[in-house]
């Protein structure tokens, strides 16, 4: 560690390059007690100096050099001393005791507005190495990014029996009160002059990190997460213990960093309720869309419906067309009733047509009658051809001796 100190302090910029890319492989493959090594104010003063040098007003990185090369390895160690001091932030987010160093280090860049790199999706894989260590940052960062990491059965289960989002803070704005310390507590240790201030340094590292989420929310989902409930409910956590630091004391008089406090406990004031304001936007948003989603699916017509109308038309026309072909057939006469009448040009040939062919009817009375007739010209005519036969006879027999005679 001794050898990397000196580097990052005395070495040309293209070495403090080269140390930091090894400061990187060491931090991805070792364990927790390399990492406190890694993290000590010492090496983390050495980051901050390289920042320092080239660090505007407001915290944009100057990258003025007199050379190229210069210039290039600066910025390249700048943008490398960035990433690995977020990457530990984040990966000991919950170890901010044993991690001092590194997270003042990074509170102070956010407080100076520094631009970070952008995070990595794969910061757990990269830090699986460290056994044990499972920084709710990882899920945010997989979360904000759209990577999915494969769940365990555990997980699985909870999300089975419990499959509804997490509402970070009600319609109604109620919020369920916090235990934010236990009734038999002491505070009594804080009414001393010298205290010990590891609450606000709590309260000031989640508070940055809530802003973060929200900050890099564009949809209320981004924010209904178990993680986004844990941080802002230490968040009310930390806002409370401070609130009742204040208050003893204020009873043990003791004033002399009374404004200060107070200033405090405003500016977390001002970060949950930026918090707040963004969440209810979002929801809002999410009400709007859905109404604007339900608006336009009910103007556009049902398919189903459309396509059961349009079979009726294609059948009814269908029927149109064989209906004009039987009439053609049987000279338009609409057997079935419907009313299907053809043009006007065609309509008087139809209707000759249709006087031609058609007949008078007849009764039952007179077809009986005419039998009756019938049978009687028969009978009459049967006696004629009896009486009309026997004189034929007669003739035929007196001519043939004639006949015969001729011959002879």
Known sequence: MKVLEIIMKKGKMKEKYHCLCLIEIISKNSSIKVHEELCKKKLIDTFMT???????????????????????????????????????????????????????????????????????????????????????????????????????????????????????????????????????????????????????????????????????????????????????????????????????????NKLNDLESL????????????????????LKEKEKKDKKKIKEEREKQPDPQESHDKNESYEDFDKYQEESEEEKQEIGGIDLLGLGLEDSPDKQPEQEQNSKKKKKPKKSKKSKTIRKRNKESDEDDAKEEDKNHGGDNQDE????EPKEIKKLM
Request: aromatic share 10%; hydrophobic share 35%; charged share 40%.
């Open 50 to 252: 390289l920042l320092k040098k080239r660090r505007g007003k407001a915290g944009i990185l100057s990258i003025k050099s007199r050379k190229a090369k210069d210039r290039y390895y600066k910025e390249k160690s700048e943008e490398k001393c960035l990433y690995l001091i977020q990457l530990w932030a984040d990966t000991f987010m919950m170890y901010q005791d044993k991690f001092k160093g590194v997270h003042d280090a990074y509170r102070q860049l956010r407080m100076e507005s520094v631009e970070f790199p952008e995070r990595d999706p794969n910061e757990r894989m990269m830090m699986e190495n460290l056994k044990g260590i499972d920084s709710p940052m990882f899920d945010f960062v997989e979360q904000i990014s759209g990577k999915e990491r494969p769940k365990d059965l555990e997980e699985i289960s909870k999300e089975n029996e419990d499959p509804q989002y997490v509402d970070v803070i009600p319609d109604d704005g109620i919020e369920p009160e916090v235990q934010a310390f236990d009734p038999n507590e002491d505070f009594s240790k804080y009414t001393m002059d010298s205290y010990d201030r590891t609450e606000f340094e709590v309260a000031k590292s989640t508070l940055m990190i809530l802003e973060d989420m929200s900050n890099n929310a564009e949809y209320i989902t981004d924010l209904r997460t178990d993680i986004v409930h844990d941080i802002y409910t230490t968040c009310r956590v930390s806002r409370a213990r401070i609130a009742k630091i204040i208050e003893v004391r204020s009873f043990a």
């Open 262 to 281: 107070l200033e405090v406990l405003d500016f977390i004031d001002k970060k949950i309720e930026l918090f707040r304001s963004k969440y209810q936007k």
């Open 396 to 399: 035929d027999e007196n001519d």
